[in-house]
């Protein structure tokens, strides 16, 4: 049961899970990124690029934390097997605004969810990696921005869902994969810098396209 925002973040920080300590490690490693970058380029110094690295690692945080309540392999954290991610699949069936996709994710996805579970598990796993680290950030954000346009739309219908928070989560993610949030104190800020910035090839441009 949630109390408050400061004594649940602080509870979610020392939980003694595995979970934890991987946060933990990704937290100093996007900090440690955002230093070098900041030391490295003058230009990073900005509050607009501590806004921007700021919101990033929130949101990727937050997307880390959606996917510890759908672990493999049961993709659940029930004792019972029960609930999880499976759950929020069949609600999208009765809530979903189209009814294309609730056929979709009733016929197709939930009659093959161990296959297709795996892949929205580990989508978030990269999502909140990306955005934490800053690292190839428009494919993590693009990731992210069409995660929500699914959320969005398969829980419109939702009495207990309030439509304009996926609205919100597609609009931050599209800003970070337009904006190229990864480039602010960010492992694409690094990748950006010389002497990446002046090299050329397929890998190159590949590189820069993402982020």
């Known amino acids: 049961m949630r109390t408050n925002p400061f004594k649940d973040a602080f509870l979610f920080l020392l939980e003694p899970k595995w979970s934890t300590a991987v946060f933990w490690v990704l937290l100093v490693a996007g900090a440690t990124v955002a230093v070098v970058a900041w030391r490295r380029d003058p230009a990073q110094r900005t509050l607009q690029h501590l806004w921007t ?20 392999p049961t993709y659940t954290t ?4 029960t609930g999880g991610l499976r759950y929020w699949m069949e609600e999208m069936v009765k809530h979903s605004a189209f009814s294309a996709q609730a ?11 161990h296959f297709f579970a ?23 954000a693009t990731l992210g921005f069409l995660m929500a346009v699914n959320l969005s739309l398969g829980l419109y219908r939702a009495p207990y869902e ?22 602010s104190l960010g492992v694409d800020a ?9 090299a050329h090839g397929l890998k190159a441009r590949l590189v820069a396209l993402a982020t």
Request: without cysteine.
């Open 190 to 198: 690094l990748l950006a810098h010389r002497p990446f910035r002046e």
């Open 118 to 140: 795996p892949q929205v598990y580990f989508t978030e796993v990269a999502i909140a990696l990306s955005l934490i680290l800053g690292a190839f950030t428009r494919v993590g």
């Open 162 to 183: 309030w439509p304009w928070t996926y609205v919100f989560l597609v609009v931050v993610n599209g800003t970070f994969a337009v904006f190229r949030a990864g480039r």
């Open 103 to 113: 056929t979709f994710v009733k016929d197709v996805v939930l009659s093959h969810f």
């Open 78 to 81: 029930n004792a019972d097997g």
């Open 53 to 72: 690295f700021a919101t990033r690692v929130l949101i990727g945080a937050m997307w880390w934390q959606q996917s510890l309540w759908k672990p493999p």
